[in-house]
């Protein structure tokens, strides 16, 4: 059985950074396709960023692109998003995901029902 399990969320001023992990366990980490999704209050989820197992690219959200980073410790089996200058647009519940099963073609990446396992979630509040 794949769990993943979020960590580092919290309040954070505008303009600050925040880094989120997210620890998995079961299975083979390094070739899972991991990725990040956030629901902002009111709003759907959406994609964030994505990282493909076994040495493959990362991809981002382009409402993110260059300010977060996302990344990945095969031998901690962990994942990571670094976020900088965060606005209040950001604030959401961030979710990362695993894609377990099957490896997602570059089209298909980013639609959330590629993903088989999904973390708790983790609060992000942007505010001062």
């Known amino acids: 059985q794949v769990q993943l399990v979020e960590s580092g969320g919290g309040l954070v001023q505008p303009g600050g950074s925040l880094r989120l992990s997210c620890e998995v366990s079961?299975?083979?980490?390094?070739?899972?396709?991991m990725g990040w999704f956030r629901q902002a209050p009111g709003k759907e989820r959406e994609f964030v960023a994505t990282?493909?197992?076994?040495?493959?690219?990362?991809y981002y959200a382009e409402s993110v692109k260059g300010r977060f980073t996302m990344s990945r410790d095969n031998a901690k089996n962990t994942v990571y998003l670094q976020m900088n200058s965060l606005n209040a647009e950001d604030t959401a519940v961030y979710y990362c995901?695993?894609?377990?099963?099957?490896?997602?073609?570059?089209?298909?990446?980013?639609?959330?029902?590629?993903?088989?396992?999904w973390g708790q979630g983790s609060q992000v509040t942007v505010s001062s």
């Open positions: 990282s493909r197992g076994s040495g493959g690219n990362t």
């Open positions: 079961g299975g083979t980490f390094r070739s899972y396709t």
């Open positions: 995901a695993a894609a377990v099963n099957i490896r997602p073609i570059l089209s298909a990446i980013r639609l959330q029902r590629m993903y088989d396992y």
